[in-house]
């Protein structure tokens, strides 16, 4: 996630946090990250493509919850993944709070960049490391 975004959701209440602010530098490599969540009870909300296949074992292993948000191929601006996040990001929270286990979850839009719609779907733990 884009720092800025992380730090506009911490400004309207939600316990979001960077990557710089947690581990105090940028650069971290994502098994630090999925490491980190992992012993702080944290979601690992990214928009890394290739994270989800990459890290698959580590991320069940670990037992935490993650929110992909997908780039389409021209790109998100932060603008644009603050938008879907806030549109969604109560509903995140109350999936998370409410499972037992680790949730997994895909947030996309389709429509225009004007008028997306925003969609949040379940990922199951077997199809994290699935494109």
């Known amino acids: 996630m884009v720092p800025s975004v992380a730090r506009a959701l911490s400004l309207v209440g939600y316990s979001v946090r960077t990557v710089d602010d947690v581990l105090g530098r ?19 909300i990214h928009a890394d493509d290739n994270a989800r296949r990459e ?4 991320i069940n292993s670990a037992g935490i ?4 948000v997908p780039r389409p191929k021209k790109g998100l601006s932060a603008k644009q993944q603050l938008s ?3 549109y969604k990001m109560q509903a995140i929270e109350s999936r998370v709070a409410g499972s037992k286990r680790p949730v997994h979850l ?8 004007d008028e997306p719609r925003v969609s949040l779907t379940d990922v199951s733990a077997d199809q994290i490391g699935r494109g």
Do not use: M, Q
């Open 55 to 58: 890290h698959a074992r580590l």
């Open 84 to 86: 879907r996040l806030a």
């Open 26 to 44: 940028r650069g971290v490599k994502d098994p630090e990250i999925i490491n980190w969540c992992g012993e702080n009870e944290a979601v690992w």
């Open 65 to 68: 919850s993650t929110v992909w």
């Open 106 to 113: 895909k947030l996309s839009a389709s429509g225009t960049v």
